[in-house]
């Protein structure tokens, strides 16, 4: 790869009539090390300027052989865990486009780096939303996602209400 670089040290400038512009061969061994580092200070400037998503209180909605609460009210703020309490994992679909300014913090509702609608849950463990804005959602579970037409549950809902200032 070829970068053009501008250079104000004048022992290192060549007589190019006063042009200070270089051409300069860089290795593959160079492009992957500056490939990497812009990334790292992208991500690095990207976390520096999220807001604190320090939930201001946790739910938690329990699979079993069924949801537990099936309708849960909440806050804006509050995190929503679905925690899975079966011996094998189950798959949840919420029923709404989720965005990233509808969201303050998640856990599992993400695939490639962006936010997903969708996520399975393993034994023993959950996964979770922060709402950034009132309203509602609603979700399905299936308890084995393998079998979508027999293993779905009713449709849960939780209905997120802004908090008196």
Same mark, same amino acid.
């Given at each position: ?9 004048? =022992?290192?400038?060549? !007589?190019?009539?006063?042009?200070? %512009? ?12 500056a490939g990497l ?9 990207? +976390? +520096?300027? @999220?807001? !604190?998503?320090?939930?201001? *209180?946790? /739910?938690?909605? /329990?699979? *079993? ?5 099936? %309708?849960?009210?909440? /806050? ?6 679905? *925690? ?12 709404? /486009?989720?965005?990233? @300014?509808?969201?303050?913090? *998640?856990?599992?509702? @993400? ?5 997903? !609608?969708?996520a399975t849950i ?9 709402? =950034?804005? =009132?309203? @509602?959602i609603q979700y ?9 037409? %027999? ?10 209400? =802004?908090?008196?200032?």
């Amino acid at each position: 790869m070829v970068w053009l670089w501008t250079c104000r040290d004048a =022992a290192k400038r060549t !007589d190019t009539g006063g042009d200070d %512009r270089r051409i300069i061969q860089t290795s593959p061994y160079e492009n992957r090390s500056a490939g990497l580092l812009i990334g790292v200070g992208l991500l690095a400037s990207c +976390a +520096a300027a @999220s807001p !604190d998503t320090t939930p201001l *209180q946790t /739910h938690y909605i /329990h699979i *079993q052989d069924a949801v537990n609460p099936q %309708r849960l009210y909440v /806050h804006v703020g509050d995190e929503v865990r679905w *925690q899975n309490l079966r011996s094998e994992p189950v798959k949840i679909s919420l029923l709404g /486009h989720l965005s990233g @300014s509808g969201v303050s913090c *998640q856990t599992g509702f @993400s695939r490639f780096g962006s936010l997903d !609608d969708t996520a399975t849950i393993p034994p023993n463990a959950y996964v979770s939303l922060c709402f =950034a804005r =009132a309203g @509602s959602i609603q979700y399905n579970v299936w308890l084995k996602p393998e079998d979508p037409l %027999r293993s779905m549950i009713p449709t849960a809902k939780i209905v997120i209400s =802004a908090r008196a200032t």
